[in-house]
């Protein structure tokens, strides 16, 4: 058993083993995510949502709901269609997923938990969100189906837009903070409720948010699959495994920008109430519970959205990404550079 | 310091290997309860019951491209952006203007942009 210790011991293997344990919460997640998102649309449409999957003795009828659906894709054929490119058409589900789960590596998770503790933090982020387009652009351009390359078009356009903006607001986080750290940037915040990004950085914070929703694709932006003008967009000619794939990593996806706002705009793992409250009480310590619930509070935030607001018409997502929140960027970040300069507000004193 | 970034790479692995080991079991186990496997019309593309009457690779309208050249722009903007709010407090008033001109010769170029119509999507 000795030589099997040793070998646990190793930091790789440590960190290999903490990669595992992050990648599976995340898709377990992802998994009750999708329960969590048809169960409030239900009751928000005074439905029951799922109810016959799995009770445990009477108690949470359809708990396991996503593990049945899992089940039905994986028995699926996938269908390749005859006239798709076949390498691509397989390799766009792996490019979809692969940022969408390698993207937590960055993400502080609790005061000594963050896999990959690097000073480009950020930059990573922006580099692995960008990936993602890649792989809704090739699946559309694979399949070799008008609708999946209508759908495809459309995501790079709007993608590309709503990126920029996101782009812009970050450029406010880090003239806040002064790092590209993550973790700086939640050490930053410290101080309680009101010394968080969103209260300074609150118009970027909003333009975050709404680019957050645009960047997933979800409603009230998710033209880019807009059942009912282009079938699925550009999944459409997906199937079975490889389109759970695409399922998986849209959600990851929208958990990653949870955690993402959380961590630039709303402390991270830090307490509201860090500061106003005597620092050994129990709900002003730091930790992953406090994530954990920022996190949950945005997934309800999405689906609060999907069920509330129709879907946007094409022009009017592009007119509100360009006209809108770029200017609105850009407005604020020449606002946040004067009064850094001039030391007004909870900015590092300016040189 | 290089050492940090080697999760990253363990982490890109062990992702590309969820995906791989996904995609290859569930396209084993669905072969298998597969009826009819190389059905010719289960496999031609999605049309509204139609035969494709042409491909589907085809012209497509140029404003996507001027996004695109837009959004080069714009992401380079944000690249220069960056490092300059990393030390901002390090650069003092000559930094701020600097940004300032640069950032002016930006909205410049937007609002012409904008005038021209190169935005709209009607």
């Known amino acids: ?108 998770l609790s005061p000594d938990l963050v896999i990959a503790n690097i000073d480009a933090g950020l930059l990573y982020v922006l580099a692995l969100t960008s990936t993602g387009i890649y792989g809704v652009i090739i699946a559309g351009w694979a399949a070799n189906s008008k609708y999946a390359m209508l759908g495809a078009m459309r995501s790079a356009a709007q993608m590309v837009a709503y990126e920029i903006a996101m782009g812009f607001a970050l450029v406010g986080v ?59 967009g550009f999944h459409v000619e997906y199937s079975g495994i490889a389109f759970a794939l695409f399922f998986l990593a849209e959600y990851a996806n929208m958990l990653l920008i949870s955690a993402l706002t959380a961590v630039f705009f709303f402390g991270g793992w830090l307490s509201p109430f860090d500061g106003y409250l005597p620092a050994d009480n129990w709900l002003a310590r730091p930790g992953f519970p406090w994530l954990g619930i920022k996190i949950s509070a945005f997934m309800f935030f999405y689906f609060w959205l999907r069920a509330t607001y129709p879907r946007y018409r094409y022009d009017q997502i592009m007119r509100l990404g360009w006209k809108v929140l770029i200017p609105i960027t850009l407005v604020w970040i020449a606002v946040e550079g004067v009064m850094a300069h001039f030391g007004v507000g909870p900015w590092r004193a300016a040189g | 310091m290089l050492s940090n970034y080697l999760p990253i790479l363990i982490y890109l692995a062990v992702a590309t290997g969820v995906g791989v080991a996904l995609l290859v079991i569930g396209a084993l186990i669905g072969r298998y309860f597969t009826r009819y496997p190389d059905d010719v019309e289960k496999r031609s593309a999605y049309e509204c019951g139609f035969e494709a009457f042409e491909d589907s690779r085809r012209r497509f309208d140029v404003r996507y491209y001027l996004v695109a050249i837009l959004f080069i722009v714009f992401d380079l903007e944000i690249a220069f952006l ?41």
């Open chain 1, 1 to 108: 058993m000795q030589p099997i210790f040793d070998l646990l011991a190793l930091p790789v293997v440590q960190t290999t083993i903490w990669i595992l344990v992050v990648t599976v919460s995340v898709i377990l997640a992802v998994a009750f995510s999708v329960l969590f998102e048809r169960k409030i649309i239900g009751w928000m449409q005074l439905r029951k949502g799922p109810n016959r999957v799995g009770s445990i003795f009477g108690f949470w009828p359809g708990v396991f709901q996503a593990f049945a659906d899992v089940l039905k894709l994986l028995i699926k054929e996938v269908v390749v269609p005859a006239q798709a490119n076949k390498v691509m058409f397989a390799l766009a589900p792996i490019i979809a997923l692969v940022p969408a789960l390698a993207t937590w590596a960055v993400v502080p």
């Open chain 2, 82 to 122: 960056f490092p300059w709010a990393v030390a901002l407090d390090a650069i003092g008033s000559a930094g701020l203007v600097a940004m300032g001109i640069f950032l002016a010769i930006l909205v410049v170029g937007f609002a012409y942009e904008w005038k021209k119509g190169a935005l709209e999507w009607d």
């Open chain 1, 174 to 232: 880090v003239m806040a903070s002064g790092s590209l750290n993550l973790g700086a940037i939640v050490q930053q915040q410290a101080g309680g409720m009101l010394t968080w990004n969103i209260i300074w950085l609150f118009p970027l914070a909003l333009v975050y948010i709404i680019s957050g929703v645009a960047e997933t694709n979800r409603l009230p932006f998710d033209v880019a699959e807009g059942e009912s003008e282009i079938v699925a």
